[in-house]
């Protein structure tokens, strides 16, 4: 047992280092270093402008997309570069936020599906950031249930003619390409009848709207189709194979190891070992250090959890399904935290200015945020079911809906 | 990074795991819950003889020598086993000891006897309720004698030797505690069993009255050692209770296949299912933490008090979550005598306060931070 780099691994990092001195954009250091949680701000530039001079400059490199083949515009690099590469790469992998769908659900999805040409075409250029991606699978009537998304895609001589709604669509507004599940079929039960394209975003018919969110922000989007047309040219999988296909793409969502989950430990603990309350500082009082430990023995088990996952990649194993703790375990971690350190506060605690306030309203603005983290790629609940089905092998729970044309399911709701 | 195991101690848990299986199903651990033995001599000896009681005892003692993390794996499959065997107090308590603290003649004396599973040790150190603290130590040592007395003992009344916390000193200071060792067959010491939630590891009451010690480690050095052999017997019973709370989510997750209610298993049921889903977490947790808490202790790290109160926390939380909830899912079941989950949540709560309890740790775990991150 032991935390050190093989030889190999120590050379590539010893590359990757070198390289990181000479290129890192400095400038931004202390901006990135200072924002650990939700999205990231720079002050003044756009995150996506600077994220995408940034990827560029990875690219040209050999830096971006590593762990794709060369020919599609990475570095053939093996799962265990890949880590050591972020772990190098460090708080400047933030400004690389604005491609990771693309990177880690699309391009994988368009790799394993696409034509030959479509792969040299499209995946070189997201990898450099040149364009970027965005994933359009959940709709109004297809949150947690995505297979009850509605849609609809018909064939119209060579093309397909799409009308319908999705939601939640992370930076479809400055997307220039999505990868779209549609129903190609509503009379058949519901996961056979689904058909994934991929879309120019800038297509005649496409319409972008911002959504207000609960925290007052504005980072997800609805999109809305009308009439648009794709050629069948774009389609990825066979006609009404969409669901397998989905399942590619979600899998190399979860498969992502060694991503920065934020659980809001660290701030915490200083925030406790700095706050003086009446009855002296916060962190001496027992009903705190007990909270406090607990969450501390969270994160530091989530960090050992993918410790031994980045392990297994080392000896070239598939790491085993430990890591499908992380974002159930961050989720609920943030929410209490961001409770807790507002109680600590007292009535000072619903404050949000950052001068009338201890910890400069990170806490309040973690407690509006938190939510969305124990709902964005797949529930708490989902997340249990998955564990408990794929990890500990317990039957599916029974689908009345599972062999019902889908024109014929009830549907209410948003 | 190789943040795992290898495959000889890999090796070396299946062997253990299989002898286990064999010699201590359910059915021995019942002998000692039902009071027909104190502990299982049979199991004991066998223990012995696969080398597992001096795995981490140097050849020149009498052990195998192979190290710390050996142990840890072994410690992981007795507790899985609920083996009814004073392996903690002996091994993590008293060999622990006697390996930081002892002279050359004090480790020949007793270490060979451990491995041979001829002598079973423990740790004298708490006097009633309360946790470790130099200031609950009233036990008095004077010209070689000690008066006062110790309770709970681990294994008191079964064991042969006891390594003895007491106060040598009353300026209020660490260094008025002294640790000794006493051979508790000489005489001069009064044994009671106590009654305890887990019947399948003995508690004791042991009463000093100008009972022969001879001093173990240094004069004022006790409190010292003390944090350090609870560090380690931490790291230690978390694997214990890692083990505890793997089989408890075994038994969970196959009860949850089997039973069949409203027409289906009740496994298909959201409401069984996340229970289930929330043991693997905190399960898993644990693992992680106690792997760096072996780590730690393996390599004599100067993290090992974080990392083994981070161990000691994580798994003793889940072993109480996932005893619990086992309970939970079996239903009515779950509550009977004959069925096992009882003796995993009787383990599970007893394990959780020995050594010092959740809270204690939880301190001594914010306490270690604190300090590391003023250095």
């Avoid at chain 2, 929330?278 to 947790?285: C, I, K």
């Avoid at chain 2, 909830?325 to 383990?347: A, K, L």
Wanted: aromatic share 8%.
């Amino acid at each position: 047992m032991n935390f050190d780099d093989t030889p190999q691994e120590a050379e590539f990092r010893a590359t990757a280092r070198k390289w990181m001195e000479a290129n890192a954009p400095k400038k931004y250091e202390a901006e990135l270093s200072k924002s650990s949680l939700g999205r990231i701000r720079l002050e003044k530039e756009e995150i996506v402008d600077v994220g995408k001079a940034w990827q560029k400059k990875k690219a040209e490199g050999g830096w971006a997309c590593l762990h794709w083949p060369k020919e599609y515009g990475g570095r053939g690099a093996t799962p265990i570069e890949k880590v050591i590469w972020q772990q190098e790469e460090g708080v400047y992998g933030k400004l690389t936020q604005p491609f990771q769908i693309g990177e880690g659900m699309c391009g994988p999805t368009v790799m394993a599906f696409g034509s030959e040409e479509h792969k040299r075409h499209y995946l070189p250029k997201l990898a450099s950031g040149e364009h970027i991606w965005c994933q359009l699978f959940s709709e109004p009537a297809g949150g947690s249930d995505v297979a009850g998304l509605r849609t609809r895609a018909e064939k119209k001589g060579d093309d397909w003619i799409i009308n319908g709604q999705k939601i939640w669509t992370s930076g479809a507004h400055y997307s220039d390409y999505g990868l779209l599940i549609t129903r190609t079929d509503p009379n058949v039960p519901k996961h056979k009848g689904l058909t994934m394209f991929f879309l120019d975003m800038k297509s005649k018919g496409v319409e972008v709207r911002p959504i207000k969110q609960a925290n007052g922000m504005q980072e997800f989007n609805e999109v809305y189709f009308t009439d648009v047309v794709i050629p069948d040219s774009q389609r990825l999988g066979a006609v009404g194979d969409g669901w397998n296909v989905s399942l590619t793409t979600l899998m190399n969502e979860r498969m992502s190891i060694g991503s920065r989950l934020a659980t809001g430990f660290p701030e915490m603990f200083e925030f406790c070992s700095n706050l003086m309350t009446e009855d002296g500082l916060a962190i001496d009082d027992p009903a705190t250090r007990s909270k406090l430990a607990s969450w501390a023995v969270k994160a530091s088990g989530l960090k050992y959890t993918s410790y031994r996952a980045i392990s297994s990649l080392s000896k070239g194993e598939r790491p085993g399904p430990e890591n499908s703790i992380g974002k159930l375990v961050s989720g609920t971690m943030l929410q209490d935290i961001a409770t807790y350190a507002m109680d600590l506060e007292g009535a000072a605690g619903a404050l949000t200015g950052a001068d009338e306030e201890a910890a400069s309203g990170q806490f309040q603005q973690m407690l509006l945020s938190s939510p969305s983290m124990r709902i964005a790629g797949g529930t708490d609940e989902i997340l249990r079911n998955i564990i408990a089905e794929r990890v500990l092998g317990l039957p599916g729970d029974i689908r009345v809906d599972k062999d019902v044309p889908f024109n014929k399911i009830p549907t209410k709701g948003r | 990074m190789n943040f795992d195991f290898s495959d000889e101690q890999k090796q070396m848990r299946d062997a253990a795991r299989k002898f286990l299986a064999e010699k201590c199903p359910p059915k021995a651990v019942r002998e000692v819950l039902d009071g027909k033995a104190t502990y299982d001599k049979a199991l004991w000896k066998g223990l012995a003889e696969m080398g597992f009681l001096g795995v981490a005892i140097p050849e020149e003692f009498g052990g195998a020598g192979a190290g710390h993390l050996e142990l840890c794996v072994i410690a992981e499959e007795m507790g899985r086993a609920l083996a009814p065997v004073p392996f903690s107090s002996t091994v993590y308590l008293a060999a622990e000891a006697l390996l930081l603290a002892g002279s050359d003649a004090q480790k020949q004396k007793w270490l060979p006897k451990i491995a041979s599973g001829d002598a079973i040790g423990t740790l004298a150190l708490f006097e009633g309720k309360g946790n470790p603290s130099p200031q609950a130590i009233k036990l008095s040592a004077a010209g070689g004698t000690l008066n006062g007395v110790k309770k709970p003992v681990p294994d008191g009344a079964i064991a042969d030797f006891a390594v003895v916390a007491a106060r040598t000193g009353s300026t209020g200071r660490d260094a008025d505690i002294s640790l000794f060792l006493v051979d508790l067959k000489a005489g001069g010491v009064e044994v009671r069993s106590l009654t305890n939630i887990d019947p399948t590891h003995g508690q004791a009451e042991l009463t000093f009255k100008n009972c022969k010690a001879e001093p173990l480690g240094a004069a004022g050095e006790g409190w010292g050692i003390l944090t350090q052999v609870l560090d380690r017997a931490a790291v230690l019973m978390a694997f214990e209770q890692v083990g505890g709370s793997d089989r408890a989510l075994e038994m969970g997750r196959d009860y949850a296949l089997d039973r069949i209610a409203f027409g289906r298993p009740i496994g298909s049921f959201q409401a069984v299912k996340h229970i289930l889903a929330d043991m693997y977490v905190s399960a898993t947790l644990a693992r992680s933490n106690c792997y760096y808490g072996a780590w730690a202790l393996s390599t004599n790290a100067s993290e090992l008090p974080e990392a083994a109160a981070a161990a000691r926390i994580s798994a003793t939380q889940a072993f109480q979550h996932c005893s619990k909830n086992n309970i939970q899912v079996h239903g009515g079941m779950g509550f009977t005598w004959e069925f096992d989950c009882h003796m995993y949540y009787r383990r599970a709560n007893a394990t959780a306060v020995t050594l010092g309890s959740l809270s204690y740790w939880e301190d001594q775990l914010i306490d270690r931070m604190r300090k590391k991150n003023a250095a």
